[in-house]
């Protein structure tokens, strides 16, 4: 025997080891390989002596070598059986499972003399349980409950799933009868199951089943027949899963649905529902009644669109359609629509498209309203806006629209360019300037007015503006609510109109009644004092003078009463001082009743009469008087004839009693259309013109003027005297003045 095959040892004395099926080695009491058989050698396709020693470990797959090397080195320390699963190399490169199984040979004082070890193929076994395992696990964690049965009905596999459905575990149901878990009332069910799979059939459906704490489950389950290869039945398997949540929401949904359709029925509007192909699939009362045509008819008509729509209408519903097959979610439209009857009727379309899970439009829900009545109604409102707009346009007030807080200008008319001075733009752009134009002083007032009654009784207010270049207008502003049918304010309407001219003109009457009222109580004193004076002369004068003649009569009546005859000398001389007081009397009648209207006015005319007075009055006053006359005067009316010497004659009672003057300078122009007097005096003077006494005379000299249509004009300054300037149109301006 060589040398090397005493190296080999058991190779030579056992070579019945090659003969065995498994692989079988041996190794040194420390652990490293000493033999391998040659149906190792061939498995492996490696020369002997790179199994030899430590080199196995090469062979095994790098997963497994560190694992192999640690349980190999404790086996030996402890002379101790060794078992272990590892990958070993084949000649192609890939790996196979091996059991490597090892005991110790007999001990010596040292421990083992050796190893005897084998290896066997366990790599099918190995993969079936891998793929158990993973059939296993993926079992355990899908979301179906699977349930296997044998023949019988007893549970032979129950997964995870179905204890979180149930609420039994595995280890309470195998080897249960699976219909022990099924109250009584659910027995037909499961015989109905069994019955169907013994017939050859598989089962499926919904029912409601039961969870372990009572509570009630839907689920949707199949129940298979598990056949061997000759077709008979050796299981039962059946999956299932949770549909609670899905019921419940189909319930809910079918309520809703109810709910829906009854609204859909009942609403006002039209509903119809399109799909792809814009056939009518849904169809409402609403819609039978507004175009005629019964659910069913609509359900069946061939093209819709253009049964609906006059065949003007089409190409505008072919752009909204357009729109809507793009994914415009507004595509809003009003058109006319035929009805089953011939009609034509207007339309107010809100259309939203449907689509599928990819986006794709799927169909169409679309809502309409007949509007026919209501655009009538727009267009005649139109028409009269418009007539309303122009014939705002052309008036000269301002009318104006706001909505009913006021704070948003629709309307308002060009009067308000020119009243206010300002832009209507500016206006609409800033509503409450209107306000801000107002005189400060009439602001607050104003204002409250319009914030407390503009939405309920409207206001009538009269108030100041003040315009850009500084000027103030009276303006009178009305505003009233406007309501609609059920008393809702929906706008505010008003008219403000420019009063300034009015206001000046009850200023001027006011100015004028007031002047008015003076002259009468000026007239009235004057009347008085006119009576008082011509009683006081008639008196005085005209009673002293018949006083005197009474009592020269008594005493002649005496004296002729006596028996004796009178000396005629004395009677003479009595008769002369009656005559005389007789003349004296007739004269005094004649100067009241000059006064009361000179004779002269008849006798000689205007101008004569005038300048008889200024002479008059110089000789009874002494204030020295200065007349220039220039014209021919026409004829004058009497009425005109008696105003202007009245008017001269209080002009010289005032210089005679105010004046303090020493002349008086009288001018007369007159030609045949207007007569002119000019009265100048050097006095002192009128009184300031709000002086409450002032002009009493001047005042009824202002009314006498104005009787005949005259100008009258005083002018005066303090020590420079007075002027009154008097110009009269000769014409006869009615009844003649006392």
Known sequence: ????????????RHPILDAFPQVVWTATPDGSTKYLSRRGLELIG?????????NWLDLLHPDDVERSRQRWNEAVNAGAEYVNEYRLRQPDGSYRWYLAHALPLPHTDEGPSGWLGTWTDIDDRRRAEERHERDALLLANVRECIIVTDPAGIVTYWNDAATATYGWTAAEMVGRPLADRFPEEARPLIAEMMGSIAAGHDWHGEFEDYHRNGSRIWINARVSRISNASGELIGIIGTSHDITARKRAEEERDRVATRLRLQVDRMPLAYVLFDRDLRIIDWNAAAEQMFGYTRNEALNMMSPVDTLLPP??????????RRLRAGDMAAHAINDNATRDGRRITCEWWNTPLLDSQGAFAGLISLAQDITERRRA????RASEERFRQIADSISEVFWLTTPDMQSVDYVS???DAIWGRAREALYASPQSWMDAIHVDDRPRVARVVATSHLTKGYDEEYRIVRPDGTERWIRDRAFPVLDGSGTVIRVAGVAEDITAKKQSEEQLRATTEQLRARSVSLAEAREEEGRRIARELHDELGGSLSAIKWDLERLAAGLDQTSVPDPSGLRQRLDLLAGTVREAGETVRRIASE???PMLDDLGLVDAIEWQAT???????IRCQIARSGAAAPLPPSITIAIFRIFQEALTNILRHARASLVEIGVMADTSTFALTVRDDGIGLPPRDDARRGLGIVGMYERA?????????TSHPDRGTVIRLQAPLRDEGAEPA
């Open 1 to 12: 025997m060589t040398g090397k095959a005493r190296d080999l040892g058991l190779e030579l």
């Open 46 to 54: 490696i020369a002997p002596e790179q199994v030899m020693g430590w």
């Open 312 to 321: 003007s209408e089409r190409p505008a519903a072919t752009e909204v359609l």
């Open 378 to 381: 727009d267009e005649a409102l």
């Open 414 to 416: 060009p009067g308000y």
């Open 596 to 598: 009361l209207r000179p």
């Open 616 to 622: 008059e009055f110089e000789r009874r006053t002494g």
């Open 706 to 714: 104005a009787l005949i249509g005259a100008d009258l004009d005083v």
